[in-house]
């Protein structure tokens, strides 16, 4: 292998004559892309709850179902599930958050809102927010719901007690 040196990055050349540098250009590029702030929405869903989420340029106030969301979801890992997609993207001031959420309970209530949040987001920049939101999984509806009754049994899964006599 052929090492070539310039001032700023070094590079190596392997076997094939293609020179790479162990230093991500991307990343360094995508810090310095500001993304666009302007009004969105969009839905989110978890398990039975569905989010209707309208995002517009503000100070980060939360308005869920016309209350704070402090009000709305009093546990601080709920809190923090439903702003994860702007604490990942950093726009965590820049946007004021409208939603009206139905359904379901705690949990499913902050999974919709949180998908609902990174989707209005996705929205409004594509080519900025995309990327970061789909690495951090967060534009990826979670499928998982309740498993139906089945008959014989008492719940989806849970057979009554066995008697051998």
Same mark, same amino acid.
């Given at each position: #292998?052929?090492?070539?040196?310039?001032?700023?990055?070094?590079?190596?050349?392997?076997?094939?004559?293609?020179?790479?540098?162990?230093?991500?250009?991307?990343?360094?590029?995508?810090?310095?892309?500001?993304?666009?702030?302007?009004?969105?929405?969009?839905?989110?869903?978890? =398990?039975?709850?569905?989010?209707?989420?309208?995002?517009? *340029?503000?100070?980060?106030?939360?308005?869920?179902?016309?209350? *704070?969301?402090?009000?709305?979801?009093?546990?601080? %890992?709920?809190?923090?599930?439903?702003?994860?997609?702007?604490?990942?993207?950093?726009?965590?001031?820049?946007?004021?958050?409208?939603?009206?959420?139905?359904?379901?309970? #705690?949990?499913?209530?902050?999974?919709?809102?949180? %998908?609902?949040?990174?989707?209005?987001?996705?929205?409004?920049?594509?080519?900025?927010?995309?990327?970061?939101? =789909?690495?951090?999984?967060? %534009?990826?509806?979670?499928?998982?719901?309740?498993?139906?009754?089945?008959?014989?049994? =008492?719940?989806?899964? =849970?057979? *009554?007690?066995?008697?051998?006599?």
């Amino acid at each position: #292998m052929a090492e070539t040196t310039t001032e700023e990055t070094e590079y190596t050349t392997n076997s094939e004559g293609v020179a790479y540098t162990s230093e991500s250009s991307g990343a360094a590029a995508a810090g310095e892309i500001k993304s666009i702030i302007a009004p969105g929405s969009a839905t989110g869903r978890r =398990k039975e709850a569905v989010a209707r989420v309208r995002i517009v *340029p503000g100070t980060g106030v939360w308005t869920v179902n016309g209350k *704070p969301l402090e009000e709305h979801l009093p546990n601080k %890992l709920h809190q923090q599930i439903a702003k994860e997609a702007l604490a990942v993207t950093g726009l965590l001031d820049s946007f004021d958050v409208i939603a009206r959420v139905s359904g379901g309970g #705690m949990t499913g209530q902050a999974g919709a809102l949180r %998908l609902g949040v990174a989707r209005s987001l996705n929205a409004i920049d594509v080519d900025v927010n995309r990327p970061t939101l =789909k690495k951090a999984g967060l %534009l990826t509806r979670d499928s998982r719901i309740k498993e139906r009754k089945k008959a014989g049994l =008492k719940k989806a899964r =849970k057979a *009554p007690q066995y008697s051998k006599r």
